[in-house]
T-cell receptor, first 113, second 112 residues
Framework: ETGVTQSPTHLIKTRGQQVTLRCSSQ?????VSWYQQALGQGPQFIFQ???????GRGNFPPRFSGLQFPNYSSELNVNALELDDSALYLC????????????FGPGTRLTVT | QKEVEQDPGPLSVPEGAIVSLNCTYS??????FMWYRQYSRKGPELLMY????GNKEDGRFTAQVDKSSKYISLFIRDSQPSDSATYLC????????????FGDGTTLTVKP
């Protein structure tokens, strides 16, 4: 086990709704990244937070937003859900933003109907 | 066209076989190369990490990077049924530590 947990495990939402996904990083890890993994594809980088500030973003619209808290937990918020947002959402924590040793959580499976 | 292309598979081999997994890429800025293993219903797990061209060995696993050809490989020797999983290559540039670009994965089945 990586020590990274995510909740909930599964979630079903309706198009247009908003969703909040949660991640608890390894203790002491000040960097968290969020990825979207569609079925049959590799993870796509959404954004990264370092010491509670966003410091990198992939090609995702502003309706994808996040927060990181001092207690090593973080959130991914998605507004105005679209059918294409159905995917596995993964968070990965690292001890420092320069490290490539990132530890993934098991993911949250989001289904948008 | 995707920045990272990975042999799609699926791949099925008998136990004990040597497995070769491959990725090509187009972005010459990529300098850090990773291989992850992902079991069903789990997050990816980092297997190997290499910087620039060359080989790196760790037990039954060897990672190879050829930057001149923009080609990376992962070899698994003496494959075991427990190696059955999806293997993802990933890479990043030196200027963006957070953003790893992944291939779409190759699903490997090792049959006893």
């Amino acid at each position: 086990e990586t020590g990274v947990t995510q909740s909930p495990t599964h979630l079903i939402k309706t198009r247009g709704q908003q969703v909040t996904l949660r991640c608890s990083s390894q203790s002491g890890h000040n960097t968290v990244s969020w990825y979207q993994q569609a079925l049959g594809q590799g993870p796509q980088f959404i954004f990264q937070y370092y010491r509670e500030e966003e410091n990198g973003r992939g090609n995702f619209p502003p309706r994808f937003s996040g927060l990181q808290f001092p207690n090593y937990s973080s959130e991914l918020n998605v507004n105005a859900l679209e059918l294409d947002d159905s995917a596995l959402y993964l968070c990965a924590s690292r001890g420092d933003y320069t490290s490539d040793e990132q530890y993934f959580g098991p993911g949250t499976r989001l289904t948008v109907t | 066209q995707k920045e990272v292309e990975q042999d799609p598979g699926p791949l099925s081999v008998p136990e004990g076989a040597i497995v070769s997994l491959n990725c090509t890429y187009s972005n010459s800025a990529f300098q850090y190369f990773m291989w992850y293993r992902q079991y069903s219903r789990k997050g990816p797990e980092l297997l190997m990490y290499t910087y620039s061209s060359g080989n790196k060995e760790d037990g039954r696993f060897t990672a190879q990077v050829d930057k001149s050809s923009k080609y990376i490989s992962l070899f698994i020797r003496d494959s075991q049924p427990s190696d059955s999983a999806t293997y993802l290559c990933a890479m990043r540039s030196s200027t963006n530590a957070g953003k790893s670009t992944f291939g779409d994965g190759t699903t490997l089945t090792v049959k006893p």
